[in-house]
C-alpha cells in the first residue's frame, strides 16, 4: 500500500543522542545510518534530525554559524547525503530542522552586520537605538530569559535575540534576509531532503512598533517561567506569519511533494489559522495533547474539536514529547505512557514519536554539574532543563547502553538496563513491540489511514471510546483514562481484538462488548465485525 504524507509517522532523532559511531561521546550522522533500519522496523517512515550544522554548540546545534554544511561533531556533508540515500533506499523520508530566525554571533553575515552601522549587513539583524537613558529599547523578554537586547558598545545600538544573547535575530522585513535563507532551503533541497520542520515559527516577526508588551495577568512569579510574565502580543503570533507559509511552499513545490512542519506553540485558534494559511502539506505541530492534564474529558473535547476542524484535506499532528519537553512517561506515568501512544498512533494523521518514547524511556536525572541547557543555566532554574529528556537513547544493557563507547555527554537513564532496544525485542509484552504492533498494524489497516474519527458517548466515563471507519473496516478504540478496573457494556457486536496496551492478549482472540472489563490504564484496538 502506498502511503503519503497524510499517513506518515514521524520518528524524531536528537543527534547528539541517538547513536554515537566515532566513540567521542556524541551522536553523529553515521550513528543514524547504522541504525536506520530499526526506524524501519519499529514501524516510521520518516525521520526529523534536529540541526546538524555548524554551531558553537550554546544551544546544541539551534544557533548556527553556518547554515550550509554539517558539522564535524555530526560527520561531513558527505555522510549527510549519504544519509538521506540510505535512508530513501529504505523508503525513509528526512525532514531536516530548519531555522530561520536567528543564527549564532559567530555567523559571518552577523559579524559583518556588528562591524559598522553603516555595513551592508546591518540590517540584516535587528538593532535599535538605546532610549534617552540608555536603556533597553523596550520591555520585551527572551524565550531564554532577560531582556531580549543586548547592547553592542562598539556601534552604540541594542540587537535583538529571542533566545540567547549569542543567538542573534535575522530581520524577516529585510527582503535580502528572506532571499539569502531561501536559498538556504533551495541548498539542502537539492541535497534531496524529503521536508523541514520550521523552528521556532512563531517568532520569526515582532511587530513593528517595538511598543512594550502588557503584564501577564496570570503569570506567578517564582513559580512559571520567567518568559510568562508578559503577555506576547507584540513578539508572537503575528498576522506576517500567514503568508511566510506561501513564501516556504513556494520554493518547497520547486522540488516536488516536500513536506513543512512548523513548530508553534499555540492553542487550538492559532493553530487553524496555520493550517488554512498553509495548504496540504503543511502542518503545525499540535502540542496540546501533551500539555493537558491525564483527564480524559480534557483528552477528548480537543481532539473531538481538533479533528473537525483540521479536517481531511489538512493533516492533524500529535506530538507526545520533544527534545524541549519533559519526556511523557514521565509526566503521566509509563501505564498511561502506553495509552497515551495507543491514542497517538490510532487517531487520524501524523504521529510523531520523539526517540526513546517507543521504549518507554522517562527523563534522565542530571546533577547540577552535569547540566548542559544554557535555558536552565541562563534563568537559573533546574525545572526549565531540557537535559534529562535528551539523555542517550538507550540501545542495550552495555556500559553506555550502547550509545557510545565513551562516557556520553549527558549521563544514560538510570533505567537503561529494562528500558532498551535490545530487552524489549525480545520481551512480547514490552512498551518496544507496542508500539511495533500498532504501527505495523496501521500501515495496512485503511480504517486507520484514512477513516474517519468519530467519539462514541458510553455509559462508563473513564473510558475514551472511538471509532475509526473505512468503508467496511471498522475500528474501535477503548482507553480506560483510570487506574481502576472499568466494566463496559456496549451494544456492539463480539468484536477481534487487535492488541491491548499491555500486549497481553492474542490477537484475534474474541471480546464481548456486551460485558467486559478493562484493567486499570488498558487500552483496547479492537475490530468488529461486519
Ligand atoms: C526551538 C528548538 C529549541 C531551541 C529554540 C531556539 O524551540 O526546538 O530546542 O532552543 O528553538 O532555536
Not at 517568532?203 to 510568562?228: C, S, T
Not at 556520553?408 to 514490552?430: A, F, H
Amino acid at each position: 500500500m502506498k502511503t503519503n504524507w497524510h499517513q506518515s509517522v514521524i520518528y524524531h532523532i536528537y543527534p547528539r543522542s541517538f547513536k554515537d559511531s566515532n566513540k567521542d561521546g556524541i551522536g553523529d550522522l553515521n550513528g543514524i545510518i547504522q541504525k536506520l533500519d530499526y526506524v524501519v522496523e519499529l514501524g516510521a517512515d520518516t525521520i526529523w534530525i534536529s540541526p546538524t550544522y555548524p554551531s558553537p554548540m550554546r544551544d546544541f546545534g539551534y544557533d548556527i554559524s553556518d547554515f550550509c554544511n554539517v558539522d564535524p561533531l555530526f560527520g561531513t556533508l558527505e555522510d549527510f547525503d549519504n544519509l538521506i540515500q540510505e535512508a530513501h533506499n529504505r523508503n525513509i523520508k528526512v525532514i531536516i530542522d530548519y531555522i530561520p530566525g536567528h543564527t549564532a554571533w559567530e555567523h559571518p553575515w552577523f559579524v559583518a552586520s556588528a562591524s559598522s552601522r553603516i555595513n551592508p549587513k546591518r540590517d540584516w539583524y535587528i538593532w535599535r537605538d538605546p532610549k534617552p537613558d540608555g536603556s533597553v529599547p523596550n520591555n520585551w523578554l527572551s524565550v531564554f530569559g532577560g531582556s531580549r537586547w543586548e547592547y553592542d558598545a562598539r556601534t552604540g545600538q541594542y540587537y535583538m535575540h529571542s533566545f540567547l544573547k549569542e543567538m542573534p535575530d535575522l530581520n524577516w522585513r529585510n527582503p535580502e534576509v528572506v532571499d539569502a535563507m531561501l536559498e538556504v532551503l533551495r541548498f539542502w533541497l537539492k541535497r534531496g531532503i524529503d521536508g523541514i520542520r520550521i523552528d521556532s515559527f512563531n517568532v520569526i516577526y515582532k511587530h513593528m512598533d517595538y511598543l512594550d508588551e502588557p503584564l501577564n495577568p496570570a503569570y506567578i512569579h517564582g513559580e512559571n517561567d520567567p518568559f510568562r510574565e508578559h503577555d506576547h502580543i507584540y513578539t508572537l503570533s503575528q498576522p506576517e506569519l500567514l503568508p511566510l507559509l506561501k513564501t516556504f511552499r513556494k520554493v518547497l513545490s520547486e522540488f516536488g511533494d516536500k513536506f513543512m512542519v512548523t513548530e508553534s506553540y499555540v492553542e487550538m485558534p492559532q493553530l487553524l489559522k496555520l493550517y488554512r494559511a498553509g495548504d496540504s502539506l503543511h502542518a503545525p505541530f499540535n502540542f496540546n495533547i501533551f500539555k493537558l492534564p491525564w483527564n480524559l474529558n480534557e483528552y477528548k473535547s480537543f481532539i473531538d474539536v481538533f479533528d473537525k476542524e483540521v479536517g481531511h484535506e489538512y493533516i492533524p499532528t500529535y506530538v507526545l514529547g520533544n527534545h524541549d519537553n519533559h519526556r511523557i512517561a514521565t509526566k503521566i506515568g509509563s501505564n498511561q505512557a502506553r495509552i497515551a501512544a495507543m491514542l497517538q498512533l490510532t487517531l487520524r494523521g501524523m504521529p510523531t514519536v520523539y526517540y526513546g518514547e517507543e521504549i518507554g524511556m522517562i527523563d534522565g536525572e542530571i546533577s547540577l554539574d552535569e547540566m548542559q541547557d544554557p535555558w536552565a543555566k541562563n534563568v537559573g532554574d533546574v525545572r526549565l532543563g531540557r537535559d534529562p529528556q535528551r539523555t542517550p537513547m538507550q540501545w542495550n544493557t552495555e556500559k553506555y547502553a550502547g550509545f557510545s563507547t565513551k562516557k556520553p555527554w549527558l549521563p544514560i537513564g538510570k533505567q537503561y538496563m529494562y528500558s532498551n532496544v535490545e530487552i524489549q525485542q525480545s520481551d512480547t509484552q514490552s512498551m518496544l513491540n507496542l508500539y511495533k504492533t500498532i504501527l505495523h498494524f496501521r500501515k495496512q489497516s485503511p480504517a486507520l489511514l484514512y477513516g474517519t474519527y468519530e467519539s462514541l458517548k458510553i455509559k462508563n466515563k473513564n473510558v475514551y471510546a472511538y471509532m475509526r471507519t473505512y468503508k467496511t473496516e471498522k475500528l474501535l478504540i477503548l482507553l480506560n483514562f483510570s487506574e481502576e478496573e472499568q466494566k463496559i457494556s456496549l451494544n456492539i457486536p463480539t468484536s477481534q481484538v487487535i492488541c491491548n496496551s499491555y500486549l497481553t492478549k492474542e490477537k484475534g482472540s474474541l471480546m464481548d462488548l456486551k460485558n467486559s472489563t478493562l484493567a486499570p490504564f488498558e487500552g483496547y484496538i479492537l475490530q468488529l465485525s461486519q
